[in-house]
């Protein structure tokens, strides 16, 4: 029997560049900390953009620059002292989702005494938060209409998610023009993130799934395998830019599923970008497929043949296992030809060093619970898999 | 280009009965009002598990009996007048969207000295409203995660529709098994009534439509045709009345596009429903189709063919005209066969007497504007369709 609880109450406001900024901000408090990545919202001008509406509003900025992907913790604990010396009111972020999770925990670490790693690790709890406003330069992560954030300590080697209420932005600003200037790789990089959301967290599962949900879900997919190309061929077609940015922050806003979800991939390439500093998309591009083909049997495949039906518009008369090979195969090709992703970890320069460890740290606790449960040794051939381009099983 | 601002705030607690019910009233208040309509909630258990909830949180409750459907201004007034008099904290609705819309209004006329119907007419502006939770006991209206309300004033025959962000519920249960007992009835009634929210407000329009939005509508739809005949069929098939609840509440809760639509079909059936107080579902049912035909030329025939196509799985290889009546003879076939409402106004002892004054109040204000702009007379020749079963153009 489905149950499930829903608050996702961020307001949103869409394909109207930053207007009315000012006035959310200056609601919140008079002093604002705006935080931002490698400054390439300097450059296209959505800064000063940003800027421009709080000093309108009598909103004073403090700037947070330098957030860097995949952030970590000492960033965090960097911009939460900050607040704390400035006595700022709320938390701004102008990126993507690297910036809007370092954002969301600074908001939190600025409430409290704790280091920012002890709130992620959950060993201080989050008592309450500063009010986060995003304003969103990619269409990937979902964050700007999610209570998560995911955050990495580079001296242990360990990437890990929070999920709490408090982290729930209060209004995103969507403007699919803002990513206007997003490279064709990183448009790759997103829309790969956008459909591993589905995939890894709620569409695979031996679970129950309400039908309308699951409807849903492969429109979703379908709008990504439809625009991302589009975007990455013409990157200042609205249509393309505002479809893959409202299905960005509705893959995780919690109405596919609001059940969490297993997430196994993500678990996987969490310790790829810990211990690399790859994107996020490009590793979990590597790792969807060899994960579906690693849990393909009878049981599984046909769910896997009914994705590749739904999304890619494959012949549904075929059997189970043939139906779902075809499924992981239009996968791929639209992964690796169609987006132009890498295929393999050994093409970005990854080897099996570090894949003990990695392997262990994933599957920490009893293995990942998903799809299929998957123990250290089922990590381990999954990385391997990933060496290859055509990993036998 | 898409533009909008979405918020929708109501905490959505899925499939767990009333469990929590306690804790969210005691938190906004020792004292609530607990309205219902003519009592079927109390033979059914629901109004019992209600009170029960609150006994146990220590919550005091005020029992507000009798909100017909149509709800009344005068209704409202009488509730509003108790809130005042038992200085309640907030208004649980146990029932259907009658009851919820009520329920809305007796919250923001129980702040303010304004008849309700000043309020409805924005005569009076709504400046704030006590917190509505509501248990929601068919899938219909959508009330229970928006912010409107209609209200009939049964003297003026007047039936107006009020939009304001102070009505939004706080909290909503949704327990798919209290619609259990909903009749096959009611329940294609309301199957036509969620339909009509997407193809009255947002699905039949020429104006910029988001393609994943699109999706999600006939996603929605093709929920509705497969699941209502499912429920009229097996009342207690959860899974059945799951999806009927989900796709209600979504309908119309600004996702599929925040942007308010034209709902001409809306403004026609108020008009049916304020002179004969019908079940607004069945009003809707009965008008639909024929809006379609009367809409229907080349410009809109396109769209038409779409619905059929991807909705009922209509041919696409036909011309444009072919597929809009196919698609509009699949949609009679769905909402008088399948779901065996009335297909006409006649058949439900409704003739010709009032359709002057229902046309020129319809368009009051210089016409419907929506999928086809319709002037006082469009509206007499829809209402002149309604009594026959094949009506002529």
Redesign the interface.
């Known amino acids: ?16 560049g930053v207007r009315g900024l000012g006035r959310e901000a200056s609601a919140l408090g008079g002093r604002v900390l705006v935080c931002y990545g490698g400054g390439s919202v300097a450059r296209n001008g959505i800064l000063g953009a940003v800027l421009g509406e709080l000093k309108e509003a009598g909103v004073s900025a403090i700037e947070f620059p330098g957030i860097e992907p995949n952030p970590r913790h000492t960033t965090v604990n960097r911009g939460a002292a900050l607040c704390r010396e400035e006595g700022v009111g709320a938390v701004i972020a102008v990126g993507g989702g690297s910036v809007i999770d370092c954002a969301k925990l600074i908001a939190a670490a600025a409430c409290c005494e704790e280091d920012a790693w002890d709130l992620v690790t959950r060993r201080a709890p989050i008592e309450r938060a500063l009010p986060v406003l995003t304003v969103l330069t990619i269409a990937a992560t979902g964050s700007e209409m999610d209570a998560g954030a995911v955050i990495t300590n580079w001296e242990t080697h360990e990437k890990y998610g929070i999920f709490d209420a408090h982290l729930q932005p209060r209004v995103s600003f969507l403007e699919p023009r803002f990513t206007y200037t997003v490279s064709p790789f990183q448009t790759a990089c997103g829309a790969a993130d956008i459909l591993s959301h589905v995939i890894d967290k709620y569409y695979f599962t031996l679970n129950e799934k ?4 699951e ?2 879900m ?3 997919m ?2 990504v395998v ?2 991302a190309p589009i975007a990455m061929r013409e990157p200042e077609n ?2 393309a830019r ?2 893959l940015m ?2 960005a922050s ?1 893959a995780l806003n919690g ?1 596919l599923s ?1 059940r969490a979800g297993a997430t196994s991939c993500h678990a996987m390439e969490h310790e790829l970008s810990a211990y690399y500093d790859i994107a996020h998309g490009l590793g979990l591009a590597i790792l969807m497929p060899r994960w579906l083909r690693y849990c393909c049997d009878e049981k599984r495949a046909p769910q896997i043949k009914q994705f590749g039906v739904n999304v890619f518009g494959l012949d549904a008369s075929t059997s189970d296992m043939v139906g779902a090979n075809a499924a992981i195969e239009a996968f791929e090709s639209f992964l690796y030809e169609t987006l132009g992703l890498s295929r393999t970890l050994s093409e970005i320069g990854i080897g099996e060093e570090h894949f003990c460890e990695m392997a262990k740290n994933a599957a920490r606790g009893g293995g990942i619970d998903g799809f299929k449960l998957l123990t250290e040794e089922d990590v381990m051939a999954i990385y391997r898999m990933c060496l290859l381009p055509d990993a036998p099983l």
Do not use: S
């Not at 029997?1 to 109207?16: A, E, N, P, R, S």
């Not at 309400?210 to 949900?213: E, I, K, Y």
């Open positions: 029997m489905t149950q499930f609880t829903l608050q996702c109450d961020t307001k949103v406001i869409f394909g109207q309400l039908a309308f949900a409807g849903v492969e429109t979703l379908r709008t439809k625009f609205y249509e505002a479809n409202w299905a509705w109405f609001p």
